[in-house]
């Protein structure tokens, strides 16, 4: 079978005295019947050069569901007066979400389930199924629940839903008494939020491009059409977010672009007030607010890089506040990167990373207003590398915090922490079947050089057992601030115990190191993510752990646009690419302000419409542009149809250009999901035979197939 054919059809277009020729644009017509086809038979090719590991995938599917606990409980989550939680059921893709009341209001042990109730049985006393999830899914081919959220009186739930995998979702409000569904909200970008009097929802609306520039208010059992517009967004590199404090007296407008914040805020207290704005953005100025009580004083919580680009926590008047009157509360330091804090009635949870690492630092509050902080210290943990949050917490006056944890080798866990005693008690490890021991694999953090001597950290695992050198799946992302920071994962155990290792290369453009990692990693700096990487590569053969014969890069989104450029650079080090909805035609995209997400971008990659220098810039790095008559790795492209973030057309044209000119076209493959959205399919069983699917390809590439 021969690869599919996508035929040149050249379009020239000319920026700043610079002439472009793209050959395959006529792709990005995503209704025409032409590119459907073409897409189609590009999945055909696929699957018939992967045909000879249909028995590794179905393998690999089932090694997945044999170790998982198919039907299992999440932990209770106390909310007012029950606890939520989530159910799965063995053969169903969604589960359900269930409450049962609360039977002691001092006891906030959460109730344990019983570990033998059947499916149709409750699996807690008094079990009450919010929304099954399954059967609001029947008869669409992708489902996605956007949100739910409880009334503040807790007898109704506003829940969202998308069936197309575009993001755009459409809220229900359920009565919980009746099971009577009411009002219907459509075109909404994740769930809403009910103000303090429960008679009104407020939600997030996404222009042409998609992005989220309107918040609307809406009065129960009245039409969408006679909502209130609230809050709208005009400056095209903003988004808008509507959400409550934790101490919920207040509700907050976020508009915020990649650089720049600005809060509104109501007081419950005072409605009549109307939104205020507490900080007018400034450009550069980013903050985050919330609401404490301080020495009993009512205080604004202020998360800010006023002082520093770390972030320094402050407190503020309940009142418009400019950064000057600020007073600090947990000053700017250079080695701690601030990321967020969550306030309680006797303490505050400062999430914060250092040395490349996430932590917990309880702040514990006082009575003296001079010093409002009695105890400051950060949760005990015992792992090399972690990764740490708080999490299930929606109760301000809980005397516990909710805590996750996670590495490499560890399943997700949750904690409850005492913040007086310190003590950590763990509710629930996710179960693992078959035998599974986390002291058979071992976890390190490596240092690897770049070029220009920066120190780029390593996560790695593997087992024990395993002979060196491994074939080893390196994993990246490096942009937006995001941290890759170390996860366990089910299905990677098929790798692992096959004997391959994984790591995770944190490369400039992601948040590990503090702001500065970022910084170096963006706009005209991005080519440090690609030298990282490649660093983070070669430091893995030198030092032993595997070679170039069996080493594969991963990447997602904008992690493709990494392992898409490195392909370009350094196609010499990899077995193997695969590329998950990559952002490969960046060119293009950021020359295009009409297509979704563009504008507000230009902070993160710059603007090549407007600046030559940014021009030249990207068109030196940028995947689709860069790809030349040399022989490359086999690659496996991944995209989704209804991506409305990285568009199906990127990876397609990626691929028709790598056939034109690699000398190895039909080593190239793509796969799109025909109804799937920026993440792929919906429902469990789906997305593991999904993975499968591309760990079969990886092992095959390795050569452990």
């Not at 344990?112 to 059947?118: C, M, V």
């Not at 008494?177 to 303090?196: F, P």
């Not at 030298?531 to 014969?549: K, M, N, S, Y």
């Not at 407007?610 to 040399?630: C, H, K, L, R, T």
Request: negative net charge; hydrophobic residues 35%.
């Amino acid at each position: 079978m021969q690869p599919p054919h996508a035929e040149p059809r050249p379009v020239t277009t000319e920026h700043h005295g610079r002439t472009r020729v793209d050959d395959f644009d006529w792709l990005r017509a995503k209704d025409s019947a032409e590119v459907l086809a073409h897409l189609e038979s590009e999945n055909a090719y696929t699957e018939h050069r992967t045909a000879h590991l249909a028995d590794l995938r179905t393998a690999i599917f089932e090694e997945i569901k044999a170790r998982t606990l198919e039907t299992d409980l999440s932990v209770p989550t106390r909310n007012r007066g029950h606890w939520y939680y989530g159910r799965t059921f063995e053969g169903r893709e969604y589960g359900a979400t269930c409450r049962v009341p609360v039977a002691d209001p001092d006891d906030w042990a959460p109730p344990r389930p019983d570990e033998d109730a059947r499916p149709d049985q409750p699996a807690l006393p008094g079990e009450e199924v919010l929304l099954d999830l399954d059967a609001l899914a029947e008869g669409h081919e992708f489902f996605s629940l956007g949100g739910s959220s409880i009334s503040p009186d807790s007898t109704m739930l506003a829940y969202s839903v998308d069936v197309v995998g575009d993001e755009r979702f459409t809220i229900r409000i359920k009565d919980l008494a009746t099971g009577a569904l009411h009002d219907e909200i459509v075109g909404v970008i994740g769930g809403a939020t009910w103000d303090r009097s429960g008679e009104h929802i407020y939600y997030v609306t996404v222009d042409d491009s998609w992005r989220s520039d309107k918040v609307w208010r809406h009065r129960l059992g009245t039409a969408q059409d006679a909502d209130e517009l609230v809050h709208h967004e005009t400056d095209e590199r903003f988004f808008v977010g509507v959400g409550r404090s934790r101490s919920d007296r207040f509700l907050m407008i976020a508009a915020g672009s990649k650089t720049t914040s600005e809060y509104r805020f109501l007081d419950a207290d005072d409605p009549d007030a109307g939104f205020q704005v507490f900080a007018a953005r400034r450009e550069g100025l980013e903050y985050s607010l919330d609401h404490a009580v301080l020495a009993g004083e009512d205080r604004f919580l202020v998360t800010h890089n006023f002082t520093g680009p770390d972030f320094e926590l402050s407190t503020a008047p309940i009142a418009a506040t400019e950064p000057e009157a600020w007073t600090a509360l947990v000053p700017h330091n250079p080695s701690v990167r601030l990321e967020h804090v969550d306030a309680f009635a006797g303490y505050l949870v400062v999430s914060q990373r250092s040395a490349g690492l996430t932590q917990l630092r309880i702040l514990q509050l006082g009575e003296d207003p001079t010093r409002p902080i009695a105890d400051d210290y950060l949760v005990e943990l015992d792992h090399e590398i972690y990764t740490v949050g708080s999490g299930g917490n929606p109760g301000f006056d809980q005397p516990c915090l909710r805590l996750g944890y996670t590495t490499l080798a560890v399943p997700s866990s949750v904690y409850n922490y005492d913040v007086r005693t310190r003590e950590l008690t763990l509710l629930k490890q996710a179960p693992v079947l078959g035998g599974y021991d986390p002291q058979d694999y071992e976890e390190r953090r490596l240092w690897a050089t770049a070029d220009d001597g920066e120190q780029i950290p390593i996560s790695i695992m593997a087992r024990r057992d395993a002979a060196h050198p491994l074939p080893v799946l390196l994993y990246g992302y490096g942009a937006y601030e995001a941290s890759m920071d170390p996860y366990f994962s089910v299905a990677r155990l098929s790798l692992l115990d096959r004997g391959a290792g994984f790591a995770i290369a944190h490369v400039r453009g992601g948040g590990e190191m503090g702001r500065r990692w970022y910084d170096n990693g963006k706009m005209m700096t991005k080519q440090n993510s690609f030298g990282d990487f490649i660093a983070c590569a070669r430091h893995l053969v030198e030092t032993g752990w595997t070679t170039p014969q069996s080493m594969v890069a991963e990447g997602a989104s904008a992690g493709g646009l990494l392992v898409g450029a490195v392909a370009n650079q350094a196609p010499e080090l990899f077995a193997g690419i695969v590329a998950g909805v990559p952002f490969v035609d960046n060119l293009t995209s950021m020359l295009d302000s009409t297509l979704p997400l563009t504008v507000t971008e230009y902070d993160e990659w710059g603007n090549p419409e407007a600046d030559p220098e940014v021009y030249d810039y990207i068109a030196g790095y940028a995947p689709y542009d860069n790809v030349a008559a040399v022989r490359y790795p086999p690659i496996l492209a991944e995209t989704s149809l209804h991506d409305t973030r990285v568009l199906y057309v990127e990876p397609a044209k990626w691929v028709a250009r790598l056939r034109q000119r690699a000398l190895n076209g039909e080593d190239v493959l793509l796969r799109t999901e025909m109804s799937g959205g920026h993440g792929g399919v919906s429902g469990r069983y789906k997305a593991w035979k999904d993975r499968a699917i591309t760990l079969a390809w990886t092992l095959d590439r390795m050569g452990l197939a």
